[in-house]
Structure formats: structure tokens, C-alpha cells
């Protein structure tokens, strides 16, 4: 298993003089970082910028520097180097991409014109729209925490589903239940060391997954979320219950507003970004769970 990367993440100076500051370099850390936890190989793209213009390259707009037929005769040939490369290897997980870039934009691009900054891939990623392309930060979001109510059997096997569907799909989840957090006969002692290190990782985590299940949320959960809203951490909240608490809500409106809301398990890995989600192979069954327990 492998991925296509833009060679600045794996070493910046690929990157125009001056660009790169230090949120940047976080990023390139957490895909690597994602890379290595997961065992998924990273080869990197060849950087059309650096052959073309070198190393210490001022940064620069595509019409600005890079519009030229020359440049084009380029990509198209470092296209079929990667084309052979895909026809060796089998195809990528995906490419990971980073946003901006003149060439190796995902979804924003530095382009040109009024405004310089457009909508779209940038001019190399664009040639390979049969493959699933990923930003740094979409891809780099990888540390799950997963806030649920853990206080009965049936709550804490249905929490084993939904982190084990999100651990097929290349997340690597924290379940509060599996570090003690399961049970009525703690002191205090215990249970402050639960509530550090919860939140601890809480606090480290790159998304949030909450079950909002129930006639009213579970007041823990709900303290994860709008604790993680507040610090900018996205939130994806699980809602299979049909039951609402009005017209146009599905629960508190705090809590709505604050979370992209699914309703239904198989949803969830899509609403995270996932590049492994084609791979997580099939759902488990509760009739499998109950066996295993």
C-alpha cells in the first residue's frame, strides 16, 4: 500500500523561498506521521516547480511564471513517468497534495489574475483526476477521539463497532471505556486521573466523533463536543436515533450546530476524509460482535 506525495512533505526546501512557516510544517509531520503509524509507503511526486525554475525560486502565480508551453511539455512528461510507476506498482491509495500550490493544489490554487487564489487543483494534480487527492490537512487529521456514553453493555459494544469500523478505515481511535472509564465504584483519585488524561487527548486529537444517541445527549458527551468546538477541533456527531426535539432538529441546536451530523454508522468514514475508506472492508454484524464476547 502506498501514496503519491508532494515532495515538500517529505522535505520543504521543494517548496518556493519563504513560504513554508511553521503550521505548515506540522501538517507535513502529521502525514508522515499518519504514514508511519499505518505502514503505508509514501513515494513522492517529482516537483515540476524545482525542474523547471530551481531551487531558490521566488513564489509566483502560475500565469506569472509557469504558463508556457514549456512548462506544459513538462507535465506531460513527468505524467507518463507516473503512469508507468502506476502501471508497475498498481494504483495509489491516493495523492496527497498540499493547497495553494500553483501545481500541486488540491481544491485552492495560487493561479493568478483577480483573485490570485482560485478554486480547483493546481495544474500537475489536475492530470490525474482517476485518483483520489487528498490536502495535508484532510489528510493529516488521523487522532479520533470518540466521546459516547459508556454506561451499559449494549452502549459500550455498539462504541467497540463504531471504533472498530473507524480503526479499518486508518484512524487511530481513543475509547474512553479502555482506559478505566467503565465503571461505578471508582474514588476520586481515579477519577481525576480519567478526566487528565481524557483530556489530554482530547486536546491533541485532529477530530471528534460523538454518539448523540438517546432522548438527550449524554452530558459527558456533550461536554467533549462543544469542549472540542471551542477549540477548533471538527466534530462529526453519530445520530441513529429517529426520535427529534422539534421541527427542524434533530437535538439540541448547541450541540447541531457545532458537529456535522450523520445519521447512520456506514456514513461516518466519509465525513472524515478518509483515503482508507474503500479498503475497510466489510461491516461487522452484531451477531459477530455477540460472538466474540
Not at 502506498?2 to 511553521?22: H, K, M, N, Q
Not at 459500550?156 to 486508518?170: E, I, K
Not at 477549540?231 to 422539534?246: N, Q
Request: glycine letters at 8%; hydrophobic letters at 40%.
Amino acid at each position: 500500500m502506498y501514496v503519491l506525495v508532494c515532495p515538500c512533505i517529505l522535505d520543504p526546501s521543494f517548496r518556493a523561498r519563504g513560504i513554508t512557516d511553521e503550521e505548515d510544517r506540522l501538517w507535513f509531520t502529521k502525514v508522515r506521521a499518519r504514514c508511519e503509524t499505518l505502514g503505508i509507503e509514501m513515494v513522492p511526486l517529482p516537483c515540476p516547480e524545482t525542474i523547471h525554475l530551481g531551487w531558490d525560486r521566488k513564489p509566483g502565480t502560475f500565469l506569472e511564471r509557469l504558463d508556457t508551453p514549456a512548462f506544459a511539455a513538462l507535465l506531460a512528461r513527468l505524467e507518463r513517468k507516473i503512469r508507468a510507476l502506476i502501471r508497475v506498482r498498481g494504483p495509489p491509495l491516493c495523492i496527497v497534495g498540499v493547497n495553494s500550490s500553483p501545481t500541486c493544489g488540491v481544491d485552492r490554487t495560487y493561479y493568478g489574475g483577480d483573485p490570485p487564489k482560485r478554486s480547483g487543483p493546481g495544474v500537475w494534480l489536475a492530470r490525474f483526476p482517476d485518483i483520489p487527492v487528498y490536502d495535508v490537512t484532510s489528510f493529516g487529521r488521523y487522532r479520533v477521539y470518540l466521546a459516547a456514553p459508556l454506561f451499559s453493555e449494549g452502549e459500550r459494544m455498539y462504541n467497540r463497532l463504531v471504533r472498530d469500523q473507524l480503526v479499518r478505515a486508518g484512524q487511530q481511535v481513543h475509547l474512553p471505556q479502555e482506559i478505566g472509564d467503565d465503571f461505578s465504584s471508582r474514588d476520586l483519585g481515579i477519577t481525576r486521573v480519567i478526566f487528565s488524561e481524557n483530556l489530554n487527548v482530547l486536546r491533541d486529537s485532529d477530530l471528534v466523533v460523538a454518539v448523540i444517541d438517546g432522548a438527550d445527549t449524554d452530558s459527558g458527551t456533550a461536554w467533549e463536543v462543544g469542549y472540542a468546538y471551542a477549540c477548533g477541533i471538527p466534530v462529526v456527531a453519530l445520530r441513529t436515533d429517529f426520535r427529534s426535539v422539534g421541527v427542524d432538529e434533530r437535538v439540541n441546536l448547541m450541540l447541531e450546530q457545532s458537529a456535522v451530523v450523520v445519521t447512520d454508522r456506514k456514513d461516518l468514514v466519509s465525513h472524515l476524509s478518509s483515503p482508507l475508506m474503500l479498503f475497510s472492508g466489510p461491516d461487522e454484524t452484531a451477531e459477530t460482535v455477540r460472538s466474540t464476547l
